[in-house]
């Protein structure tokens, strides 16, 4: 397939082949939709990366004198809330993973183009109930919305956050629908399950979890929705309710949210060592299996959350037990890239760059996370900053590095155009260092006991310095990820042309012309080689050095 | 209790360093040792199941050092020892109530002596909060419409603080107050101020006030169970369970006598809820403890001071 400029003008791509607002609009083509998603997700991240940084800046100093009160528990929630929901979740399925899963398997687009788009616009509706909230004078739940805070003893906007996630949660539900269904019935003749790219496994694993958590997820918020606004006696024990049945349903779903989160990156990192060590994946089957393991066994943990929650203590054992089993096939799979590299041909692009950070971040979040599942530390280290720092390893140190080293790695055949790799090299190194400085000192103040959530701590000035570290961090961090979005937007205009395949990767995406046409291939393609077939690749120069 | 949960926390920082240290290091040496060279090619090489069962293994196991070390540490988090000095804590939007069964009441203050087990018994007006104290490695969530414990032995005499650590709302971070930790003869004095009465007489007084003792005979078998000596012991209900009567026992009862109806007995006492104070309700349940330590009884200490105020 090769990519035939014609004479007469440009190549026909999904990008030039329509114009004008409707074709975006109402296009049905995955790859359009995407990047729909992408100008979405991005939005939202940084009003939430905003919320951060006024966090950051109020924490600065011990006293709460930067933004009242009511307001500190406001940014913290909308921080969360929208980091979480309208991020995080959605950024690598709904954005890499609606562009790349079709073409991956030989498809002309996923089972349910419709449905695609439906998925879309119910994140918008998601979005502008958010927005709505946020501009009404926001919500101070927290994320996590417990009752009966939530329920009765808050003015805020409680109830149209709640169904903002609510209808945000519908879209995810689609979208993992749709990939489900396309990876059972659409793959192209020879793609069987054991040539899959562990992406797409990744991704297959991920919407197993949209498709059974989510609905639990919308069942609480609707309940909670009902108690504030009927006084149903849900959760609320003055009512007859009990809260720790919300905190059990929540966390029923949040925590495999978090492998909603995590899982996609692991599958972008796969893809990225693999094609920057020049070498076909250590324990191709182990990876894949881990991927299902790890999103089987994450709906067996959930009450690790509630460990001083008021649960029994032979409960809290066996939460805690389970714990400890899902990080086992988080451990295989750092072992595995780690040895993927072994005797590889390694080179250092901005996406491989990114991998380094997620294998050593991931691996921290990982082993803190150890530290939590521990009943006796546990009881000390929750509800502090350690907390704050171990999920923010995971899902920034882990989920963040994996989505900007996927952005990276396929924005040549997204945008057909290469970004500067000098700048994109300088951006990866801001995040990596800026990450560890706002976090690192967290795990520190978490052991100290600096409860989260905490506005003002001018009775213990001894947190001080490591908060102004902290601070300083997120201002590098912030650097870090406004770079690629100018640099990105900048090579639309003057990168240099992409060709097909600018990394010598293997895969089906990249025999396809960067950008890709709309219908990804001209004619079916028959699959007749294994998954990372590098030994198969010829080495050319790559055009990116 | 602290020393414990920090010798655990060192072995976690010590192994999970190994292993971070370790995997770092493999990263760096093959990123710097198999860089890319001219002229020469990967060698590929597509897994190896003894690597995999190994690397499955050795985790699992040092995993479950880890759970054993941490679920022992916690067993022992969760049961106060039977003599423990008793402090019934009350948390509101955004302060902490204390009362000690000699009677004195504190807020956002607690003073304790050094070398005595303190067993917290709280529950919540509002909203859920949670009792940290860092210095002694404890936490535990305090919710409305239940008791939950926790308890600590203080060793060395100083001033401690104490956070809510669960979100409550606006000044959730001014919550916040401090365990004083005494020498027990500076305790005596620090307690010995001002005329107390001690918890449980409040309560025996509120069970005369408030009725309950015309059902509830100490001498015979009322209309309601006799509640001489029934703490910490099994009650059979009605319906054939059996549950042990302990602090939230109780406090149902009183609140929603219907939800367990004692065996042999009709449903025929009224709610409380609503019509008595949290501290109200701490006192009852001091009493009704206290009479499970009759004057004769061996538990001792000074904490069921009930015979005379």
Sequence with gaps: MATAVLESGERETYLNKEY???????????????????????????????????????????????????????????????MVFFFLIPAVPAVLGNFLIPIMIGAKDLAFPRVNLLSWYLYIIGGALMLYTILNGGVDTGW?????????????????????????????????????????????????????????????????????????????????????????????????????????????????????????????????????????????????????????????????????????????????????????????????????????????????????????????GGLTGLFLASLGIDVHVTDTYFVVAHFHYIMVGGMVMAYLGGMHFWWPKISGRMYPEGWGRLAALLVFVGFNLTFFPQFILGYMGMPRRYWDYSHSPEFQILNVLSTAGATVLAVGYVLPMIYFLWSMRYGKPAPDNPWNAAGLEWMVPSPPPTFNFEEQPVVTWEAYNYDEIKEEVPVAQ | ??????????????????????????????????????????????????????????????????????????????????????????????????????????????????????????????????????????????????????????????????????????????????VVVMEPKDYEAWMGGGGNQPLAVTGEKLFTELGCVTCHRSDTQGRGPNLVSIFGKPVLLEDGRTVVADENYIRESILQPGAKIVNGFKPIMPTFQGQISDEQLNALVAYVKSLSQAPSGQTGGRKMATATP
């Design chain 1, 20 to 82: 004008g607002i409707k074709s975006w609009l109402l296009t049905v083509d995955h790859k359009r939709i995407a990047l729909l998603y992408l100008v979405s997700i991005t939005f939202f991240f940084f009003i939430g990366g905003f919320f951060a940084l006024l966090i950051r800046l109020e924490l600065l100093t011990p006293a709460g004198d930067l933004v009242q009160a009511d307001t500190y528990n406001k940014l913290f929630t909308m921080h969360g809330q929208v």
């Design chain 1, 144 to 364: 996590t919305f417990y009752t009966p805070l939530s329920t009765e003893f808050l003015n805020t906007h409680v109830v149209t956050a709640g169904l903002a996630i609510f209808v945000a949660g519908f879209s995810s539900i689609l979208t993992g629908l749709n990939f489900v269904v396309t990876t059972h019935r659409m793959r192209a003749p020879g793609m069987t399950w054991s040539r899959l790219p562990l992406f797409v496994w990744a991704h297959y694993a991920t919407s197993i979890i949209q498709l059974l958590g989510t609905p639990v997820l919308a069942i609480t918020l609707l309940l909670v929705v009902c108690e504030r606004l009927f006084h149903l006696g849900i959760f609320n024990p003055a009512l007859g309710g009990d809260p720790l049945l919300f905190q059990h349903l929540f966390w029923f779903y949040s925590h495999p949210a978090v492998y909603i989160m995590i899982l996609p990156g692991m599958g972008i990192v796969s893809e990225i060592v693999c094609c920057f060590s020049r070498k076909r994946i250590f324990g191709y089957t182990a990876m894949a299996l881990a991927l299902l393991g790890i999103a089987v066994v994450g709906f067996l943990v959930w009450a690790h959350h509630m460990f001083v929650a008021g649960i029994s203590l032979y409960a809290a054992m066996i939460f805690s037990l389970l714990s400890y089993f899902v990080a086992v096939p988080s451990a295989i799979k750092v072992f595995n890239w780690t040895s993927t590299m072994y005797k590889g041909s390694i080179t250092y692009q901005t996406p491989m760059l990114y991998a380094f950070g997620f294998i050593g971040l991931f691996t921290m």
């Design chain 2, 1 to 178: 209790m602290a020393n414990n949960v920090d010798a655990l926390y060192i072995f976690l920082l010590v192994v999970s360093g190994m292993m971070t240290v370790a995997i770092f290091t493999l990263v760096l040496v093959f990123a710097v040792r198999y860089r890319k060279r001219p002229g020469q090619r990967a060698e590929q090489i597509d897994g190896s199941h003894a690597l995999e069962i190994t690397w499955s293994l050795i985790p699992f196991c040092i995993f479950m050092v880890f759970f054993a070390w941490g679920a022992i540490i916690f067993f022992q988090e969760r049961k106060p020892p039977q003599n423990s000095a008793e402090v019934y804590t009350v948390a509101k939007q955004w302060m902490w109530k204390f009362e000690h069964m000699e009677g004195q009441r504190e807020i956002n203050e607690l003073h304790v002596p050094i070398g005595r087990d303190v067993k917290m018994i709280m529950t919540s007006q509002d909203v859920i909060h949670s009792f940290f104290v860092p210095a002694f490695r404890i936490k535990q969530d305090v919710l409305p419409g239940r008791y939950t414990v926790a308890w600590f032995h203080a060793t060395k005499a100083g001033t401690y603080h104490l956070f809510c650590a669960e979100y409550c709302g606006t000044m959730h971070s001014g919550m916040v107050g401090s």
